[in-house]
């Protein structure tokens, strides 16, 4: 029994003086990986969801009351500008047209008589046959009939429109969406909703937003929001399918307006669509490159953060040093750039920060070379 006790106890003292043995380089330090940093040229991209748009998405709606008589167009279709696509029964509006002309054809008469009546009294009136009171009243009878021409010119234009209005026309370029509207409907220009929408795809809009800080940084960077505006780059659009679409687009709009609900500024951008691929209504993401030279770049493997800040080891004298940073606003997932902290010429830890503390003696493994070297040489 006592021999197997002293056995117990030495195997204890033997694991006991191993696990001090390996301790002892953690508490001295351990190799860590380091960067001496130095300025460097960034193009980061960023996506963001974007809803496309026609740039024009136009209700067509009736301007005159009647029934359909033929519907000329077909849902999904491609339109052109002034295309007919519904006619409204034109009867009643020909014959209000014949009236109209007839009107100003009357109009036209009693105007030729009065005028005609004017001449005469205006002979008498200088032989000091009649008074001057006659003279002025057939002056007025004159005044009188020009004005019911023009009334019934006015009134033969009027039938005129409301009887082109009978065709209603595609106001633009575009597709045709749906419509729940046949021969025999009856529509008229106070109706809710629209006979067909036209979306105009010659070129597209794709809306997205950017953060309140992301806009502010882009107004320090730029000086203005008029000037981030001309210097914003050209963006590029990641389909749903995954393929980024073949023509550049370029921000006409930054709303300037913070959503109050989201916190957001919303950007328009506008796309070339000739071949008819981007469609209204449909969802895609914006790429925006930023570039950024002669900046700061270091692992996100050497940071780590502490609420809500952002941290790297540099290394001063063998040890490591916890210093806060600022960094970009944005990054590519592996690497930020660094505003503020550090500078060219500084050394950090770039990687395994989040297992160092601060003043922990940091080697490499050209300090755990050395010793070796000079055994050699000796």
Same mark, same amino acid.
């Given at each position: 029994?006592?021999?197997k006790s002293?056995? &117990?106890?030495?195997?204890?003292c033997?694991?006991l ?10 508490e ?17 991209? !960023? /996506? ?6 026609? /740039?024009?998405?136009?209700?067509v ?7 359909i008589?033929?519907v ?6 491609? @339109?052109?500008?002034?295309?007919v ?9 020909r014959?209000a047209?014949? /009236?109209? #002309?007839?009107? *100003? ?6 105007? %030729?008589?009065a ?9 008498l009136? $200088?032989?000091?046959v009649?008074?001057?009171? $006659?003279l #002025?009243?057939a ?7 020009? %004005? ?14 409301n009887?082109s +209005?009978?065709? *209603? ?12 509207? #046949?021969?025999?409907a009856?529509v008229?220009a ?7 929408? *036209?979306?105009?795809?010659? $070129?597209?809009?794709a ?11 882009l107004?320090a960077q ?5 000037? =981030? ?8 659009l ?7 679409? =073949?023509?550049? &687009? /370029? !921000?006409? !709009? ?8 989201? &916190?957001?500024?919303?950007?328009? %951008?506008?796309l ?5 691929r ?11 490159? +930023? ?12 940071t ?8 790297a ?6 040890? =490591? ?5 600022? @960094? ?5 997932g592996?690497?930020?750039? *660094?505003?503020?902290?550090?500078? %060219?010429?500084d ?16 080697s490499?493994?050209?300090? $755990?070379? =050395?010793?070796?070297d ?5």
């Open positions: 029994m006592k021999v002293i056995l &117990g106890i030495g195997l204890c033997l694991a003086s191993a696990c001090q043995q390996s301790r002892k380089p953690q001295e330090g351990g190799k860590y990986p380091l960067l001496t940093l130095t300025p460097e040229d960034r193009q980061l991209s !960023v /996506k963001y969801s974007a809803v496309i748009e026609g /740039k024009q998405d136009v209700e709606r009736p301007q005159v009351s009647g029934t008589t033929q000329l167009v077909e849902e999904g279709a491609h @339109v052109h500008k002034g295309q696509l519904f006619i409204i029964d034109q009867v009643p509006y014959a047209l014949q /009236k109209a #002309r007839a009107a *100003v054809a009357t109009a036209e008469a009693n105007e %030729a008589t005028k005609q009546t004017l001449d005469g009294k205006m002979s009136y $200088e032989d000091k009649i008074s001057d009171f $006659e #002025r009243t002056q007025n009878e004159y005044k009188s009939a020009q %004005a019911a021409l023009l009334q019934a010119q006015a009134e033969l234009t009027d039938a005129q429109n009887l +209005y009978t065709e *209603v026309k595609s106001p633009v370029d575009g597709y045709a969406g749906m419509t729940s509207y #046949r021969i025999g009856l008229s106070s109706m809710t909703d629209p006979l067909i929408r *036209v979306s105009d795809d010659s $070129e597209m809009y809306y997205f937003s950017l953060s309140e800080k992301q806009v502010l940084t107004t730029y000086g203005s929001l008029d000037q =981030a505006l001309a210097s914003f780059p050209e963006v590029s990641e389909l749903n399918d995954g393929s980024t679409y =073949a023509q550049k &687009g /370029k !921000v006409d !709009v930054i709303s300037g307006i913070i959503d109050k609900t989201t &916190g957001t500024v919303s950007l328009r %951008a506008i070339s669509n000739p071949d008819k981007l469609m209204g209504g449909g969802s895609a993401n914006i790429i925006v490159p +930023y570039d950024r030279t002669q900046c700061i770049v270091i692992p996100q493997g050497g780590y953060e502490i609420q809500n800040r952002i941290f080891f540099k290394v001063i004298d063998g040890k =490591a040093v916890s210093t806060p940073i600022e @960094v970009f606003e944005i990054n590519n592996t690497e930020y750039i *660094v505003e503020k902290g550090l500078q %060219a010429g050394v950090i830890v770039s990687e395994g920060a989040g297992l160092l503390k601060d003043g922990t003696i940091v490499t493994p050209q300090d $755990e070379q =050395a010793p070796t000079k055994k050699k040489e000796a």
